[in-house]
């Protein structure tokens, strides 16, 4: 190509990412008066937080006035574990709080008691009632308030950008390169800064809550490339009500308020299996445990005919499902013409979360890499081995303004921003060498050859023997993945998009299989049936910094105040979402 047609973009600070951290961070960057600008592949009104339902986490006590920050953290850690970062769930669950005033500010429609009170409900393994929303839409109305926040201050956001590199030299951040995914102009931004906030890697497997094209791994990708590592990349949370059917939205979420509301999990014969997992707790039992007994009774023979499990609430009162399941109701009216207020949802469970993600450091969730900061569900160190219901959407706007103060004051003291001409050569090569070829691998084919694969070897349960299957599998794709054919056509650069996510699910892949092998222990989402204890000796992030390179990282003891505040909690008559 014709390199003088690259547009060139400078910018004090590169957000990638359209959803809520990116947009959080970019408007303290523009509310302190620092030039920032927001790149992605979604739209930024339809990006992956518009799905979150359920709820937003912050001890406000304005239900409970027992509720605090530390009850907080120790419901966290409780919940991770043991595998949550002491200090970054400190700094969360401490600056909640603050994150809920921000969305007050800028306008955002927060369910309210008749005094005027923001309400609050119970959600999963919380003490007391501490999760803010908005109806069943609280992750659309979050990314709505942000878009209308970061419109009036005038923030440039590319949503029809598609980041391959981030570019460095010698260690440090000196911005982008990327392709616009309608005409594939290239693009070469220019920043004193790069803060990662594209996402996870839910989209490798083959029922997930993702959308197509989103959570491929990308965050894993660009930050290894750029010379970061992956922390904990095993740990991912399987939903457990993901539908079947239709293929092309199988893993869409049917809400856990649908069992908080008094749904009933059957199998294919009509039993109440939750009577052999959790008797006590039955359907409200926590997500990771509700998820394996799904799993069991389908592997086990006892699933339906498509392989997954009845969810019902037929039973429940027709008003019940309107008022409280609305969401749901529309659904599934949409998606397979079922009136859930007659008959039961065929579901199995789903890849949810990303757990794992990026190395960070708590403090201000900067990277391996000088310049390089991750927020969102593309960092790590606040789930551990099971979120906490409610959390991801808090996690957003407290490292989002933390992340944004700190990168305002590293681009003040830049002295100057070195460049390097061959990063930005090998950036431009990989591009050019993948349109170039033409070879006989079709993308979406090896995709859905790599999600098979992660099903099946690293889904729900996981051992030994299927692990190492995996590996071999991925060793064949990958082999394969130097033979695929990209063919742009006038509708857009699409199919060059897909390459790039083949390649980034596949680094996600390798990343979450060898540290599953690594993990010889049961602890929360991650089950290992030939290891079905969980071992103390384990209590230790894996980090991952390439194939066949994992080291084990320490973590501090869970400081007094919070640790006696550690308890099991019961779920019963709470969401559990």
């Not at 201000?364 to 979120?387: F, K, M, P, Q």
């Amino acid at each position: 190509m014709d390199y003088s047609s690259e547009h060139q973009i400078a910018t004090s600070v590169l957000v990638i990412g359209t959803g809520g951290a990116g947009l959080r961070a970019a408007i303290e960057l523009a509310e302190r008066g620092v030039d920032v600008l927001v790149v992605g592949k979604r739209t930024k009104g339809d990006a992956h937080t518009t799905l979150a339902a359920g709820g937003i986490n912050a001890a406000l006590a304005t239900m409970d006035r027992e509720d605090t920050w530390q009850q907080h953290a120790a419901d966290t850690i409780k919940e991770s574990y043991l595998l949550a970062r002491p200090e970054t769930v400190r700094i969360v669950t401490e600056n909640a709080a603050r994150g809920i005033d921000d969305l007050q500010r800028w306008g955002m429609p927060f369910a309210r008691e008749a005094d005027g009170r923001i309400s609050q409900r119970f959600f999963g393994a919380h003490t007391y009632r501490r999760t803010a929303f908005a109806g069943d839409y609280t992750g659309l109305e979050i990314q709505r308030t942000l878009v209308n926040r970061a419109g009036q201050l005038g923030i440039q956001i590319l949503d029809t950008c598609y980041v391959t590199r981030i570019l460095v030299h010698d260690n440090v951040v000196f911005g982008a390169y990327g392709f616009d995914l309608d005409n594939g102009r290239r693009y070469v931004f220019h920043a004193d800064a790069v803060i990662l906030a594209a996402g996870g890697h839910t989209r490798i497997w083959r029922r997930t809550s993702s959308r197509r094209d989103e959570n491929t791994g990308d965050s894993f990708r660009l930050a290894l490339l750029a010379g970061g590592r992956i922390r904990d990349p095993e740990l991912v949370q399987f939903h457990p009500s993901g539908l079947i059917e239709p293929e092309n939205a199988a893993g869409t979420l049917v809400s856990e308020a649908a069992r908080g509301e008094g749904g009933i999990l059957r199998n294919a014969a009509g039993e109440r299996f939750m009577t052999r997992y959790d008797p006590e707790r039955m359907e409200l039992s926590t997500r990771d445990r509700v998820a394996l007994a799904a799993y069991t009774e389908i592997k086990e023979g006892r699933g339906t005919t498509h392989g997954g499990v009845w969810l019902d609430v037929s039973h429940l009162p027709r008003e019940t499902i309107m008022q409280r399941l609305p969401r749901v109701y529309q659904t599934m009216l949409e998606l397979q013409m079922l009136d859930i207020t007659r008959g039961p949802i065929e579901i199995a469970p789903t890849a949810h979360y990303s757990m794992g993600g990026v190395w960070v450091r708590s403090h201000d969730h900067g990277t391996d890499v000088e310049g390089l900061y991750a927020i969102g569900e593309a960092s790590s160190g606040l789930h551990g081995a099971n979120r906490l219901g409610g959390n991801s959407l808090i996690e957003l706007f407290v490292y989002g303004r933390i992340v944004g103060e700190a990168v305002a004051r590293y681009s003040a003291e830049l002295s100057a921003q070195r460049r390097s001409p061959g990063a930005l050569a090998d950036a431009r090569r990989e591009v050019d060498e993948l349109l170039a070829t033409d070879g006989k691998e079709n993308v979406r084919a090896l995709q859905r050859a790599l999600r098979d694969t992660m099903t099946e070897h690293a889904g729900v349960v996981r051992d030994d023997a299927g692990i190492r299957t995996g590996l071999s599998d991925l060793d064949q794709i990958e082999a394969r993945m130097t033979h695929i054919g990209v063919h742009p056509d006038p509708a857009g650069f699409q199919d060059l998009a897909h390459a790039y996510d083949l390649k980034s699910s596949a680094i996600a892949a390798r990343a979450t299989l060898e540290a599953a092998l690594e993990r010889r222990e049961t602890r929360g989402c991650h089950n290992r049936s030939d290891y079905p204890e969980l071992d103390p000796d384990l209590r230790v992030n894996l980090v991952w910094s390439g194939p066949g390179r994992i080291e084990r990282e320490d973590i501090p003891e869970v400081p007094d105040d919070i640790a006696r505040l550690m308890r099991e909690v019961s779920t019963a008559g709470k969401l559990v979402e």
